[in-house]
């Protein structure tokens, strides 16, 4: 679901930046089970589902297995990313060991070594597309779509120039071999529900 105009406007004319924006969305009624994130400036609330929340749960399992607990995996999570207001909370963001916050007490961008995003009908777009290129623009090594309606998975690495310069597309069930990646694991995939 996508804020309307009217509140568009509102949010433009209380400030540009994305402290303004998220300080004026915490006030407001969100509804329960919905995440809110701003993508090139437009607001988008996206409700949660059981299948969003298994793939999201299976992958952060299989990095707990790998690293151990206290590896920095965050899961809706705001990061303010390049580009003309952007304020995401990834599904999923594997931080590298020495990530520490900003005086502000965000995660930083230059920190993320990895980002799982579980594809909604409604902001599709944004994930295959817009967040895609602003990855790479930031330089996260590895970006993934978990696709439930397509039951496929996406795996980008190599950021290069504002895009992912290889591309790798398997069907759920399939293990992801990411052991040549800086993250350094075989992900599966047999767990995925579909949509």
């Known amino acids: 679901m996508t804020v309307l105009q009217e509140d568009r406007i509102k949010m433009a004319d209380h400030g540009d930046d994305l402290d303004s924006w998220f300080e004026r969305l915490e006030r407001m009624p969100v509804p329960e089970g919905y995440r ?10 996206t409700p949660q589902r059981d299948v969003h929340w298994e793939i999201i749960r299976w ?10 607990m206290k590896v920095k ?4 999570v705001r990061i303010d990313f390049p580009g003309h207001l952007n304020g995401f909370c990834p599904d999923v963001m594997k931080l590298r060991d020495t990530a520490a916050k900003d005086d502000r ?6 920190d993320i070594e990895f980002i799982a995003e579980v594809i909604s009908k409604g902001t599709a777009t944004n994930d295959y597309d817009t967040k895609r290129l602003t990855y790479a623009t930031a330089g996260v090594p590895v970006y993934m779509i978990a696709d439930p309606y397509t039951g496929k998975c996406h ?4 950021p ?9 597309t398997v069907a759920f069930g399939t293990e992801i071999d990411l052991t040549g990646t800086v993250v350094d694991l075989v992900l599966p995939t ?3 529900p579909r949509e």
């Open 36 to 45: 809110v994130e701003i993508v090139e400036g437009f607001v988008h609330m």
């Open 59 to 68: 992958i952060v399992h299989t990095f707990e297995a790998k690293f151990g």
């Open 73 to 76: 995996v965050k899961s809706d």
């Open 105 to 110: 007490g965000l995660w930083r961008y230059h």
């Open 155 to 158: 795996v980008y690495t190599d």
């Open 160 to 168: 290069k120039e504002g895009d992912y310069q290889t591309q790798l």
């Open 190 to 192: 047999e767990g995925f």
